[in-house]
């Protein structure tokens, strides 16, 4: 996907910091972080012990403010890597005046170091990038190394729910989920034709759907 640059960035991510988690990365490579940790205490940071939420490649924020909205029982963190993007997303909540939403402008593959074993209850994969190149399958939300560390991060009744419109990346998922560990339920494979209840429309859910295309969708629990 290409990027637009993002008009006054800088001031734009100041004027709300307060929603975005700050932290430092290290200065080692990826593959170097072995037991590496710098955990977040997000009981302070969001002042209650609330189950935690996590949406992975949350775009301009419009599933995830919508569900904190529902849900001032539980704690929602919205994760992006896309600075310009992710921004749109802090403007989102904080025009909602959500208090139970943060940000982290991060990698998916650096939240290990961050949030501690078993400390997630709810992951969202919405409409993650296909990567349809195989050789950029490792970089799909559902490679097998990313759902190590989703085992890691999920406590004992957590679960995964994806949803996509792409059907090659949805075949890939299914496969990988069933072979590294997880059970899969409640699978759609037009979502908005199912009689599945509380659906929250992201933003490219809704120009997917406008176009006519069947919106696939699992849950995945991992086997204990
Ligand atoms: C196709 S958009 C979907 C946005 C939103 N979830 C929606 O449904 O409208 C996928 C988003 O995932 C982000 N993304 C892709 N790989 C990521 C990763 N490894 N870590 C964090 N975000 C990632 C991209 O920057 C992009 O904004």
Do not use: W
């Not at 970089?139 to 949803?163: N, P, V």
């Not at 299914?174 to 509380?198: C, M, P, T, V």
């Amino acid at each position: 996907m290409r990027l637009r640059k993002t008009k006054n960035l800088e001031k734009r991510r100041e004027s709300c910091s307060e929603l975005r988690l700050p932290y430092t990365l290290p200065t080692f490579k990826l593959n170097e972080i072995k037991d590496y940790r710098q955990y977040f205490d997000l009981e302070e940071i969001f002042g209650n012990p609330n189950p935690l939420v996590l949406e992975i490649g949350c775009g301009k924020g419009q599933f995830a403010c919508t569900y904190a909205e529902r849900n001032p029982d539980k704690n929602v963190l919205a994760v992006e890597c896309e600075a310009g993007v992710l921004v749109k997303a802090c403007e989102k909540a904080q025009n909602m005046g959500l208090s139970n939403i943060r940000f982290l402008e991060m990698k998916a593959e650096y939240l290990p170091i961050f949030l501690k074993p078993q400390s997630v209850s709810e992951i969202y994969l919405n409409f993650s990038t296909p990567f349809p190149k195989k050789t950029y399958e490792k970089h799909r939300l559902t490679h097998k190394s990313f759902l190590e560390i989703y085992k890691t991060l999920l406590c004992s009744d957590g679960f995964i729910a994806q949803k996509t419109d792409n059907q090659g990346l949805f075949e890939f998922s299914l496969e990988s989920f069933s072979q590294n560990g997880f059970a899969l339920y409640n699978i759609s494979l037009d979502l908005h034709k199912s009689d599945f209840e509380g659906n929250i429309v992201t933003e490219y859910e809704q120009k997917f759907a406008e176009q006519g295309m069947p919106i696939y969708r699992l849950e995945a629990r991992p086997i204990l």
